[in-house]
């Protein structure tokens, strides 16, 4: 798919099939998160999880809803695959650009492929501090983890363009 098209059929998705996504898929999807620009090339602060077990991702599930004391909460949306982005914490601020770098060339290589994903942030930020969450993780010694993605089959895949506007964000000019 050219690239400006990809952009602009890009959209959240929160409803996904049962189906789990194949291990070519999720491959493409790794390349496209290492092919991301991080600063200074400290490619050695990331590390990536892949999360495709039922359990695991129930788990935390029902945790996040115990942590947001909301029952009904579905962080997840019920996507099969998660993949969780980590950095080395002492990088600071520099960590979520370079997350966010990672998750964007996923969100934009899954739309390319024709899946569903949606950006996680909000359900990490939550279990963070959770001693039991990092340990789970698998992640190293020293890392965090900032954000991630769920991805899938959509239940409606949507395939058209959408149409966006300049002045969506205020931007001014000096020139
Ligand atoms: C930094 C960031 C964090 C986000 N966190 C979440 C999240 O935790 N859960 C969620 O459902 N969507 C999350 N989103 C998705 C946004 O809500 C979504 O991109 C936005 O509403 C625009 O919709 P679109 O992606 O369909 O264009 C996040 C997006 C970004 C960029």
Redo the contacts with the bound molecule.
Sequence with gaps: METLKTMLV?????SYTDAQITDEELNTLLTAAVSAPIGRALYENMHLTVIQDPAFLDKWTRVLRETANDPAAN?L?GGKTWIVVSSLAETGEIA?ANS?CM??NM?LAATDLGLGH????????MLEHNPDFAKELGIPEGFRPI?GI?VGYEKEPQTQE?PVSLDRVATNYIR
């Design positions: 890009r959209h959240s998705c929160r962080p949306y979520f966010a998750v964007e969100c949606v950006y996680i942030y909000g359900m990490i930020r954000s769920v959408r």
